[in-house]
């Protein structure tokens, strides 16, 4: 798991997004690695779960200066959408620690935890209707259900930056706190002490229904990745680096 770490730490076990070099952006290698460490943290008998990344940032995103990998698209697409589904399916209650960027991808893993704490440089961001792309991870039901159905237009239709203070404020996350690892190792400690934490959080997610969002996304990105527009934009993107 290269890419991903995993540690234990008492009851709480702690995954890191481990690409700092790339800031933690999203590469089919990171997307197996995570569903890797996710399947294995399911069942080592933790209580609760710590999902951060290393470096400076939490996740910036897709990697667009890595080529698109030759292949099944509906396939790769789909490992991806996984990635939510296992972090909901978790039996463990999960604390997304995000610094830095959160943009994207990165944005849609943390919302994809059952709780969300930031630091005070955090960042988040949903750009891909700028870049002519389709957002994943079951942000288009998750978001609305944060923020409100406006809120969420206006962050996924001008892909603007929010800090971390405007995303306590908007309720995109739980809390923004100074000592980052200490809020979410608190937390994350006294989720794992909760014998009913496990039963809670399949009754508050039994009346979210991601599937049809989760196709919906697939659907769009088909759509997008083959579209001229968008191979100019990731080209362009790739020629300044």
């Known amino acids: 798991m290269?890419?991903?770490?995993?540690?234990?730490?008492?009851?709480?076990?702690?995954?890191?997004?481990?690409?700092?070099?790339?800031?933690?952006?999203?590469?089919?290698v990171l997307v197996e690695d995570l569903l890797a460490a996710l399947d294995h943290v399911a069942g080592s008998g933790a209580g609760s779960v710590v999902l951060a990344g290393r470096g400076r940032a939490f996740?910036?995103?897709?990697?667009?200066?890595?080529?698109?990998?030759?292949?099944?698209?509906?396939?790769?697409?789909?490992?991806?959408?996984?990635?939510?589904?296992?972090?909901?399916?978790?039996?463990?209650?999960?604390?997304?620690?995000?610094?830095g960027y959160a943009i994207g991808a990165g944005a849609e893993f943390a919302i994809?935890?059952?709780?969300?704490?930031?630091?005070?440089?955090?960042?988040?961001?949903?750009?891909?209707?700028?870049?002519?792309?389709?957002?994943?991870?079951?942000?288009?039901?998750?978001?609305?259900?944060?923020?409100?159905?406006?809120?969420?237009?206006?962050?996924?239709?001008?892909?603007e930056r929010v800090d971390a203070a405007t995303a306590e404020r908007l309720g995109l996350v739980n809390a923004v706190v100074p000592d980052l690892e200490e809020a979410a190792m608190t937390w994350a400690r006294k989720l794992a002490g909760q014998p009913g934490a496990t039963l809670a959080k399949r009754a508050l997610d039994a009346s979210i229904e991601l599937?049809?969002?989760l196709e919906l996304e697939v659907s769009h990105a088909l759509i997008t990745e083959h579209s001229p527009e968008v191979a100019e934009s990731a080209q362009a993107f790739r020629n300044r680096g």
């Open 112 to 159: 994809g935890c059952d709780l969300v704490l930031a630091a005070e440089d955090a960042v988040f961001a949903f750009p891909e209707a700028g870049l002519g792309l389709s957002v994943t991870g079951g942000a288009s039901r998750l978001l609305p259900l944060l923020v409100g159905p406006l809120k969420a237009k206006e962050l996924l239709l001008l892909g």
């Open 59 to 99: 996740c910036a995103g897709h990697d667009l200066k890595e080529p698109t990998p030759p292949g099944d698209s509906r396939a790769r697409l789909d490992r991806l959408q996984e990635v939510t589904r296992r972090l909901r399916a978790l039996p463990q209650p999960v604390v997304a620690a995000v610094h």
């Open 211 to 213: 599937e049809a969002a």
């Open 2 to 28: 290269g890419s991903v770490e995993v540690a234990w730490e008492g009851g709480v076990a702690r995954v890191w997004l481990n690409r700092p070099e790339r800031l933690n952006a999203v590469a089919p």
